[in-house]
């Protein structure tokens, strides 16, 4: 293949995951539902975060209102995310693709941090009241180190999507012998790992 044939994959490849990384423009208001009912104020209304004025999780959670659970955001570029955070609790490593993210926390505090693509990594405790922000697909991770916290994610994408470090790594099918290599180790201890996710699934 010559070098101008391998130049025009290159551009065409990285036009190709522009446009697959953030959400398209649309040229209508808003994007009606897909079975054509018509549409009131009740399709501009998510309900979803209800039940978290009455709630105490044991487990770190996270309720969403994304495109998916919510399908009036398709086309408009936003979407939320409520992080509840018992004490001791972590939002493990996990990247979102197609956004950046935009913390307020709401009680307690919070240890954040992200790593840019030098390795450098930033952290910062957050007490509530505080905002902080997680640039577009960097690694990033919360901790409540010091009592229980809560916290509110705004994206600029109706589906930002995340993608878990832990679990992409350790309970998918990657060859046990790649990760192996990849962190230095042996196929035992990756196996270990392996099935500390897998006992959870």
């Keep these: 293949m010559s070098a101008m044939n391998v130049f025009k994959h290159a551009i065409f ?19 009606g539902p897909k079975d054509g009912k018509p549409v009131d104020g009740n399709f501009f209304t998510f309900t979803g975060f209800r039940p978290l004025l009455t709630s105490s999780p ?18 408009q570029s936003v979407s939320y995310a409520v992080l509840q955070f018992p004490a001791g609790t972590v939002n493990p490593p996990h990247t979102h693709p197609r956004s950046a993210e935009l913390l307020f926390l709401t009680y307690g ?7 840019d693509t030098s390795n450098k ?29 809560a916290a509110i994610s705004s994206f600029g994408s109706a589906s ?19 990760l192996a290599k990849s962190f230095k180790t042996d196929v035992q201890t990756i196996q270990k ?9």
Excluded: C, R, W
């Design 160 to 178: 930002a999507g995340t993608v878990s470090l832990p679990a992409t790594l350790f309970s998918t099918s990657i060859d046990d012998e790649i």
């Design 193 to 201: 790992i392996k099935s500390v996710f897998a006992s959870k699934a």
């Design 13 to 31: 490849f990285l036009l190709l995951s522009m446009a697959t990384s953030s959400d398209p423009d649309i040229t209508t208001d808003f994007i």
């Design 58 to 75: 044991q487990v770190f959670t996270v309720t969403k209102a994304t495109m998916a659970e919510f399908p009036a955001l398709n086309g």
């Design 109 to 115: 505090t919070l240890e954040v941090g992200f790593i």
């Design 121 to 149: 990594l930033y952290t910062q405790t957050l007490q509530a009241g505080d905002m902080f922000v997680f640039p577009k697909g960097l690694v990033h991770f919360q901790f409540s180190s010091k009592g229980p916290a």
